[in-house]
């Protein structure tokens, strides 16, 4: 399995519109894309640092992902996110070794990334993202 680079850093918030400010006025990041997936029932955000990105996910649902898991737990990290560029050859490869995917194929997430998750029971209790920027490997 080869991954490239921490891809970004999920932080779930309760408003887009109280954490920009933040991200741009305290830490001086500038906030380039607000995206609503809404599959997933979350609104987006994304700031860059280096070749990391952070993105802020707001609950469109409360029921949605986001939205359980800030009735759960709170505000705060909620994924980590790594890039490759094989993402289902890296899935099957993870599933033949016995690890627990939340998704065996890939979905589109923000950014027209396809997307798929890693359980936290198989990862220490970290929810891990693996993406694939479909244009990147059909440029390749």
């Given at each position: 399995m080869k991954l490239s680079h921490i891809e970004h850093i999920g932080i779930a918030v309760k408003s887009l519109e109280s954490?920009?400010?933040f991200y741009e006025e305290k830490l001086g990041l500038k906030c380039y894309s607000v995206e609503e997936v809404a599959e997933q029932k979350v609104k987006t955000a994304f700031f860059k640092v280096g070749e990391t990105k952070i993105e802020l996910l707001?609950?469109?649902?409360?029921?949605?992902?986001?939205?359980?898991?800030?009735?759960k737990k709170g505000e705060g990290v909620h994924h980590i996110a790594f890039a490759?560029?094989?993402?289902?050859?890296?899935l099957d490869e993870l599933s033949e070794k016995g690890v627990r995917l939340i998704d065996k194929t890939p979905?589109?997430?923000?950014?027209?990334?396809?997307?798929?998750?890693?359980?936290?029971?198989?990862?220490?209790?970290?929810?891990?993202?693996?993406?694939?920027?479909?244009?990147?490997?059909?440029n390749n």
């Open positions: 954490a920009i400010p707001e609950s469109t649902d409360p029921e949605g992902p986001i939205g359980k898991f800030i009735e490759t560029d094989n993402l289902q050859e890296n979905r589109k997430g923000a950014e027209g990334l396809n997307i798929a998750f890693i359980h936290p029971k198989s990862t220490m209790g970290v929810l891990t993202e693996l993406c694939e920027d479909p244009n990147k490997t059909a």
